[in-house]
C-alpha cells in the first residue's frame, strides 16, 4: 500500500485531529535522546580507537547518561518551540508543522553526532544533517506519527537507563577492579600528596618574596619544610609540565599523544610506580583540557576525577551543550569557564579518597590540580576585590577580544590582571589551608608528604613581545619558574629544619626531580627507575643543569645562569643573582662569551640526551 500523504484534512496521528503540543514535546525528548545515544558512543568509540586528542571534547563511560539526558532536554524545548509556531500557522497549515517538525529535529541531531567527534569539517556534516532532515520529513509524513514516539518512548528511555547503568558501573567496576589487584602495602609506608596549582609563578607567593600577603597558608608549609627558591618546570604549558613531574624524563620532542611512547611514559609515572608498591592512587583534577586520560596521563591512578563534576561541566561534554556555553561565554558575555571545578570540589574529591584510603588500610597518593589561579582569572567572593575593588566581570571582558587578552594593554589595564590572578591565589590558598586542616583532623598530615608545586608558570608582558599567558612564550622565568615546596617531618627535620623556620634551597631543581624524591622517601631504593636526583640529595650540591623544552626555543639554568637559545639561533643569557627580572640580555657579549658557550654545549647535550628511550624496567 502507498504510503499515506498528510493534507490539511488528514494528521500524522491518523485521527483526523492535528497534533498537540505534548506530541511535540515527545518527539523532541526522543529525538534528544536518540541522539544522546548515538553520540556518546560516538565519542566513546573515538576515545578508545581514535588518536586524536580530544583535548576539547573529552569524555568517560558516563557520558552513556549525561548525553541522552542532556539532549533530552534541549531537544524537548527545540520541539516544544516547533509546536507553538505550528500552532501560529494556522489550522489549515497546522498538518504540515508536524513533519517539519519531524525533519528539523532528525537533520539537527544527526548534525550534532557527526559534528561531536570534531574529526569532521562543516561541509562533511551538512550533507548527511541535510539526507536527515529530508528522511524526517518523509516519515513525519507517514510512519512517523505522534503515536509512534510515545508508544516507543519508554522503549528508547530503558535504553538509555540501561547505558547509564553501564556507563556509570563501568566506572565503579574499573575502579574496584584496580584495587583488588594492587600488592599488599608495607607497613609505615608515607601518604604521598602532589598539590599542582596550574599556571601559578613562583614569585607572586608570600614565602617567594612577593610584596602581597597572597599565601599564608602554603608560607606555614614551607615554614616547616623546604622551599626551593629556583625549580624550573620542565616547559611553558600544561601536558610536558604534567609528563615531566609524573616520569621524571624530558619530552624529547614528543608528547604522550605519541603512541609509541605512550607505553613507556605509563610503565615510568610514578603513579604506576606506587600502585605497584600497594598504594591507592587517585587524582582530581581542575584542568580537564590537558590534565586527561586521552593525554596519557591517568595510567596508575585507580580513580581519575575530571569530567562531570557538575552540570556546567556535563552540559558541556556533550556537542550542542558546547556550542550553548562557548555562545554564553563569547557572546552572552559569561567570563568563567563553564563548569569550571573550583578549589573546594577538589578538595571534596581529595578526602574523599582519603577516607577511602584510610578504611581500606593503604597509603594513599593524591595528586590535585587546581585551576582557579588560570585564565581567564575570576576570584570568587569573598576574594574578588580584596586587593582591587575594581576586579569586576566588566572590567575584566572589557581586558579582553573573544577569549584571548587584547595585545594593546597598558599598564593600568594590565596591573588590573595582576590584581584578578593575585586574588585568585588568595582564594586557592585558602583552600589550601582548609586542605591542610582536614588533614590534620584526620590524624593523616604529618604522615603525609606533601608537594605544593605547578606545572608552569604566567607572563604578563614582561618579555620583549609583551605577550600574556603561557601558549607560544619564550622560556623565560616568568612561565618556568614555578613554586616547590616539600613538608614531611619525618625527613624534612632530618634534613636539617629541627629549628621549624624552613630551609630554603637557592640552585636551580628541576620538576622532573619530584619521581625521585618520592622514590626515595617510601623507601625504593635500588629499584627507582628514575634518571634524576631526589630533591632532598640535591640539599648539599646543585643537581646540574636544568633543560627546559618548547616547540620554538628551549633553555637551560645552571648556577646563576639561565640560557635561553631559539631554533634560529637567537640566544638570550641572564644572570639570576645580579638580575633576577631577566631584564638585560648579556648573549653576545665579550665578557660572557665563555659563559654562553658552555651553557650552549650543555644545552645541546642535554637535549640530545632527551631524546633518548625512556627506561623501560619499572619497580616491581
Not at 571582558?397 to 593575585?422: I, V
Not at 613538608?487 to 634534613?495: L, N
Request: charged share 20%; net charge positive; with cysteine.
Amino acid at each position: 500500500m502507498a504510503a499515506r500523504s498528510i493534507t490539511p484534512e488528514s494528521s500524522p496521528a491518523g485521527t483526523g485531529s492535528a497534533p498537540r503540543w505534548p506530541d511535540f514535546a515527545f518527539l523532541g525528548a526522543w529525538t534528544g535522546v536518540a541522539m544522546g545515544l548515538t553520540e556518546s558512543a560516538v565519542l566513546l568509540l573515538q576515545l578508545r580507537y581514535s588518536g586524536f586528542s580530544m583535548w576539547k571534547n573529552g569524555v568517560g563511560p558516563p557520558i552513556l547518561w549525561v548525553s541522552p539526558l542532556v539532549n533530552l532536554g534541549l531537544f524537548a524545548v527545540a520541539a516544544s518551540l516547533l509546536g507553538v509556531s505550528s500552532f501560529l500557522l494556522g489550522r489549515r497549515r497546522q498538518a504540515w508543522g508536524w513533519p517539519l517538525a519531524v525533519g528539523a529535529l532528525f537533520g539537527l541531531a544527526a548534525f550534532g553526532v557527526s559534528m561531536s567527534p570534531r574529526t569532521l569539517q562543516l561541509w562533511g556534516c551538512a550533507p548527511f544533517a541535510m539526507g536527515a532532515a529530508v528522511a524526517g520529513f518523509r516519515g513525519g509524513r507517514s510512519v512517523l506519527t505522534p503515536r509512534f514516539f510515545r508508544r516507543s518512548f519508554p522503549a528508547v528511555m530503558a535504553m538509555a537507563a540501561l547505558a547509564g547503568v553501564t556507563g556509570q558501573g563501568t566506572e565503579w567496576w574499573r575502579e574496584r577492579e584496580f584495587l583488588f589487584s594492587l600488592p599488599p602495602a608495607r607497613a609505615g609506608q608515607p601518604n604521598v600528596l602532589l598539590i599542582i596549582l596550574d599556571a601559578q609563578r613562583a614569585d607572586h607567593l608570600s614565602s617567594y618574596g612577593y610584596h602581597r600577603p597572597t599565601t599564608p597558608n602554603m608560607d606555614r608549609l614551607a615554614a616547616e619544610g623546604l622551599l626551593f627558591e629556583r625549580a624550573f618546570a620542565p616547559s611553558h604549558w600544561t601536558l610536558p609540565g604534567h609528563l615531566g613531574m609524573l616520569t621524571g624524563f624530558p619530552s624529547g620532542g614528543e608528547y604522550a599523544d605519541d603512541r609509541a611512547r605512550k607505553p613507556r611514559m605509563a610503565e615510568a609515572m610514578i603513579s604506576t610506580t606506587l600502585a605497584r608498591q600497594g598504594y591507592a592512587t587517585a587524582a582530581s583534577i581542575g584542568n580537564n583540557m590537558w590534565c586527561t586520560p586521552k593525554a596519557g596521563l591517568a595510567h596508575g591512578f585507580a580513580r581519575f576525577d575530571v569530567y562531570f563534576h557538575n552540570w556546567g561541566d556535563r552540559f558541556s561534554r556533550t556537542f550542542f551543550g558546547k556550542m550553548l556555553a562557548s555562545g554564553a561565554r563569547f557572546y552572552g558575555r559569561y567570563f568563567d569557564v563553564p563548569g569550571r571545578k573550583r578549589a573546594d570540589q577538589v578538595n571534596r574529591e581529595a578526602l574523599q579518597w582519603v577516607d577511602q584510603a584510610r578504611d581500606s588500610g593503604r597509603p594513599f597518593f593524591l595528586m590535585l590540580n587546581f585551576f582557579d589561579v588560570h585564565d581567564p582569572y575570576w576570584p570568587p567572593e569573598p576574594f574578588r576585590g580584596r586587593f582591587n575593588p575594581r576586579v569586576t566581570k566588566r572590567n575584566l571582558l572589557a581586558l579582553h577580544r573573544g577569549s584571548e587578552f587584547r595585545k594593546d594593554l597598558n599598564a593600568e589595564e594590565t596591573q588590573l590582571l595582576l590584581d584578578a590572578y593575585d586574588e585568585s591565589l588568595l582564594y586557592l590558598d585558602h583552600w589550601i589551608g582548609q586542605l591542610r586542616r582536614d588533614l590534620e583532623s584526620r590524624g593523616v598530615l604529618d604522615q603525609t608528604l606533601v608537594i605544593v608545586t605547578a606545572d608552569h608558570g604566567e607572563s604578563f608582558a614582561e618579555n620583549e613581545k609583551g605577550e600574556f599567558g603561557h601558549t607560544a612564550p619564550i622560556l623565560r622565568q616568568e612561565v618556568t619558574r614555578v613554586p616547590l615546596i616539600l613538608r614531611y617531618p619525618p625527613r624534612i627535620a632530618a634534613a636539617r629544619v629541627a629549628d621549624r623556620a624552613g630551609m630554603r634551597v637557592p640552585h636551580p631543581v628541576s620538576l622532573r626531580q619530584i619521581p625521585a624524591t618520592v622514590a626515595e622517601i617510601v623507601g625504593l631504593g635500588a629499584q627507582s627507575p628514575y634518571p634524576l636526583p631526589s630533591l632532598l640529595a640535591s640539599l648539599e650540591a646543585p643537581p646540574g643543569p636544568v633543560l627546559m623544552e618548547a616547540d620554538e626555543n628551549d633553555s637551560v639554568a645552571d648556577g646563576q645562569w639561565h640560557l635561553i637559545v631559539a631554533d634560529n639561533g637567537a640566544a638570550h643569557l641572564y644572570d639570576l643573582d645580579a638580575d633576577p627580572r631577566e631584564r638585560t640580555n648579556l648573549a653576545g657579549r665579550p665578557e660572557t662569551a665563555g659563559i654562553e658557550a658552555v651553557l650552549r654545549a650543555r644545552l645541546k647535550h642535554l637535549l640530545a640526551d632527551a631524546a633518548k628511550p625512556l627506561r623501560r624496567t619499572p619497580p616491581q
